[in-house]
């Protein structure tokens, strides 16, 4: 196997390190845009924490604050908008993923005359690539995505029904400062979300890989036993900050590429389906992956129970009679299933009032965006439209 790994984003990790913000960020700029989401970081102090140690450093503060959850275009428009007006050499991400996406392609649509909506994968002919982008550092405050230290941008666009990505170099934050004492305040759903999210992360790689990867196999398998076992902990005392940090640098190394590097992944399939199904409800990313993955899991274990047999002994310690014992691959899926229950994650659409109405839309709007060219989903095995309306009806 062939491949490259590139991850340019320095990280500063530790409690109390929101301190060591200004002095960071000072070589990168002196005239911020801060971009913060619905108000979280206000409340718990980490705003005002975050402004005066820029200001001590000598760099201006220029606010940019109410970014939703699955944040919309419009509000990457709004932040392109006020960074042109006011200055900003530099962008500063306050917040979860959502913060962080969209400031992402803020620090790249400052950059670029044409619409930033260009820059999403949303099946038109030639998506704007941005090439460069201002300096940006991205500071968690909920462990989730992983996109402090990743290339990607999920934003949507109300209008159109669309949610997809943008993933390219220019977009790798500078910077990623993880001071877990930040995600001390996130409610107990948001935290199991993040959890969820981080597994998913690392599953999509490991059953899509097409090469034999004893390493990035036991690699992935750490990440998921570390983010179930440190995750019970986390969702037992929400203060406990050592398993805090320990979910937070699980949800770091999830999605910065390390994991997966050489692992010949084809497609993130769930992730594929999942943003459609945000796209049109708006629903917490996670909560559609935690309904989503175990239906497809249990597709894909069908044509490849190899897998999904490994997974059910190292990952839950059942005994398989062989490597295609389809039993215990499905009893392995199950198990994870209940987990998901037990962190209170839902794992049917029915529980979030989706029936099954739009399966076929889902299904061939998620293939408009993304598709291997024969009209069917990347992973494996590929699916057809027929295929990923079996999988949701699997899941409603
Ligand atoms: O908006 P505020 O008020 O800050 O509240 C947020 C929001 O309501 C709250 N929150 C965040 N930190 C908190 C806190 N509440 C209390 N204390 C804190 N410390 O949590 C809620 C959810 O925030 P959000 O940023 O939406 O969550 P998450 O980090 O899960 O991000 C989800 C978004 O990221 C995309 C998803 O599709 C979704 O749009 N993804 C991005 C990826 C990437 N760039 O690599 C990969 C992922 O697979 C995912 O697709
Ligand atoms: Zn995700």
């Given at each position: 196997?062939?491949?490259?790994?590139?991850?340019?984003?320095?990280?500063?990790?530790?409690?109390?390190?929101?301190?060591?913000?200004?002095?960071?960020?000072?070589?990168?700029?002196?005239?911020?845009?801060?971009?913060?989401?619905?108000?979280?970081?206000?409340?718990?102090?980490?705003?005002?924490?975050?402004?005066?140690?820029?200001?001590?450093?000598?760099?201006?503060?220029?606010?940019?604050?109410?970014?939703?959850?699955?944040?919309?275009?419009?509000?990457?428009?709004?932040?392109?908008?006020?960074?042109?007006?006011?200055?900003?050499?530099?962008?500063?991400?306050?917040?979860?993923?959502?913060?962080?996406?969209?400031?992402?392609?803020?620090?790249?649509?400052?950059?670029?005359?044409?619409?930033?909506?260009?820059?999403?994968?949303?099946?038109?002919?030639?998506?704007?690539?941005?090439?460069?982008?201002?300096?940006?550092?991205?500071?968690?405050?909920?462990?989730?995505?992983?996109?402090?230290?990743?290339c990607g941008a999920v934003i949507s666009d109300p209008e159109s029904?669309?949610?997809?990505?943008?993933?390219?170099?220019?977009?790798?934050?500078?910077?990623?400062?993880?001071?877990?004492?930040?995600?001390?305040?996130?409610?107990?759903?948001?935290?199991?979300?993040?959890?969820?999210?981080?597994?998913?992360?690392?599953?999509?790689?490991?059953?899509?890989?097409?090469?034999?990867?004893?390493?990035?196999?036991?690699?992935?398998?750490?990440?998921?036993?570390?983010?179930?076992?440190?995750?019970?902990?986390?969702?037992?005392?929400?203060?406990?900050?050592?398993?805090?940090?320990?979910?937070?640098?699980?949800?770091?190394?999830?999605?910065?590429?390390?994991?997966?590097?050489?692992?010949?992944?084809?497609?993130?399939?769930?992730?594929?389906?999942?943003?459609?199904?945000?796209?049109?409800?708006?629903?917490?990313?996670?909560?559609?992956?935690?309904?989503?993955?175990?239906?497809?899991?249990?597709?894909?274990?069908?044509?490849?129970?190899?897998?999904?047999?490994?997974?059910?002994?190292?990952?839950?310690?059942?005994?398989?009679?062989?490597?295609?014992?389809?039993?215990?691959?499905?009893?392995?899926?199950?198990?994870?299933?209940?987990?998901?229950?037990?962190?209170?994650?839902?794992?049917?659409?029915?529980?979030?009032?989706?029936?099954?109405?739009?399966?076929?839309?889902?299904?061939?709007?998620?293939?408009?965006?993304?598709?291997?060219?024969?009209?069917?989903?990347?992973?494996?095995?590929?699916?057809?439209?027929?295929?990923?309306?079996?999988?949701?009806?699997?899941?409603?």
């Amino acid at each position: 196997m062939k491949f490259d790994v590139l991850n340019p984003t320095r990280v500063v990790f530790g409690a109390g390190r929101l301190a060591d913000l200004g002095a960071l960020a000072k070589p990168y700029g002196s005239r911020a845009l801060l971009v913060t989401g619905g108000g979280s970081v206000k409340r718990n102090g980490t705003f005002e924490r975050a402004v005066a140690s820029l200001n001590q450093a000598g760099v201006e503060v220029v606010e940019c604050s109410g970014v939703e959850p699955n944040p919309k275009i419009g509000s990457v428009r709004k932040g392109i908008a006020t960074a042109l007006d006011e200055g900003c050499d530099l962008v500063v991400a306050l917040g979860g993923g959502s913060v962080m996406d969209a400031a992402k392609v803020i620090a790249a649509g400052v950059l670029y005359e044409g619409d930033p909506w260009d820059m999403i994968f949303h099946g038109q002919p030639n998506p704007y690539i941005p090439f460069t982008a201002l300096p940006l550092i991205a500071v968690p405050t909920l462990a989730a995505t992983g996109s402090e230290m990743n290339c990607g941008a999920v934003i949507s666009d109300p209008e159109s029904q669309v949610k997809s990505f943008a993933s390219t170099e220019a977009l790798y934050p500078k910077l990623a400062l993880l001071d877990p004492e930040l995600t001390l305040s996130v409610p107990r759903d948001q935290t199991a979300y993040g959890i969820a999210d981080l597994i998913t992360h690392v599953t999509e790689g490991y059953f899509n890989s097409s090469a034999e990867t004893p390493l990035q196999d036991r690699l992935a398998e750490g990440v998921i036993l570390t983010a179930m076992q440190e995750g019970r902990k986390v969702l037992a005392d929400g203060s406990d900050l050592a398993a805090r940090a320990q979910i937070q640098w699980a949800a770091t190394l999830a999605l910065n590429g390390w994991v997966s590097s050489g692992n010949g992944g084809v497609g993130f399939p769930v992730h594929m389906l999942e943003h459609t199904v945000s796209a049109y409800h708006d629903i917490t990313h996670a909560a559609g992956l935690t309904i989503i993955n175990p239906a497809w899991m249990r597709f894909a274990a069908k044509a490849r129970p190899a897998k999904f047999v490994q997974f059910a002994e190292r990952i839950f310690a059942l005994q398989a009679k062989g490597s295609d014992d389809l039993d215990c691959a499905l009893e392995g899926i199950q198990r994870f299933e209940a987990f998901l229950t037990e962190i209170g994650c839902p794992t049917r659409f029915s529980q979030l009032g989706i029936d099954d109405q739009l399966f076929e839309t889902y299904a061939r709007e998620t293939l408009r965006i993304v598709n291997d060219g024969q009209g069917r989903l990347p992973g494996l095995p590929p699916m057809s439209a027929a295929q990923i309306v079996d999988v949701l009806r699997d899941a409603s």
